[in-house]
Nanobody, 123 residues
Framework: QVHLVESGGGLVQAGGSLRLSCAAS????????RGWFRQAPGKEREFVAA????????YYADSVKGRFSCSRDNAKSTVYLQMNNLKPEDTAVYYC????????????????WGQGTQVTVSS
């Protein structure tokens, strides 16, 4: 059974940092692209970042470029999202996703989601 579990969210002041983790189990998608999406209150879920299986290429939404970075440890089937210089507008529930697809520069989510982890950035 496919299973994604996020952790690492919390409350942080603007300018602070958090690192999210997404551990995967139960399917071949663990050896594929993994992505991060987020959903703020009253807004649609949006793409944040994605990383290839080898970890040599990452993609980021313009709003987080230069502040967020993806990495992964395939031995642990875990991907990470390091978030630096956080802003109040980064406040959202962050979801791990597999397997997102990129077409024409647009990322579309895959079928598998974690339960989400809340990130709150105070001003």
């Amino acid at each position: 059974q496919v299973h994604l579990v996020e952790s690492g969210g919390g409350l942080v002041q603007a300018g602070g940092s958090l690192r999210l983790s997404c551990a995967a189990s139960g399917g071949p998608f663990t050896r594929s692209v993994r992505g991060w999406f987020r959903q703020a209150p009253g807004k649609e879920r949006e793409f944040v970042a994605a990383i290839t299986y080898t970890g040599d290429t990452s993609y980021y939404a313009d709003s987080v470029k230069g502040r967020f970075s993806c990495s992964r440890d395939n031995a642990k089937s875990t991907v990470y999202l390091q978030m630096n210089n956080l802003k109040p507008e980064d406040t959202a529930v962050y979801y791990c996703n597999a397997v997102p697809i990129r077409s024409g520069g647009i990322w579309t989510s895959g079928d598998y989601w974690g339960q989400g982890t809340q990130v709150t950035v105070s001003s």
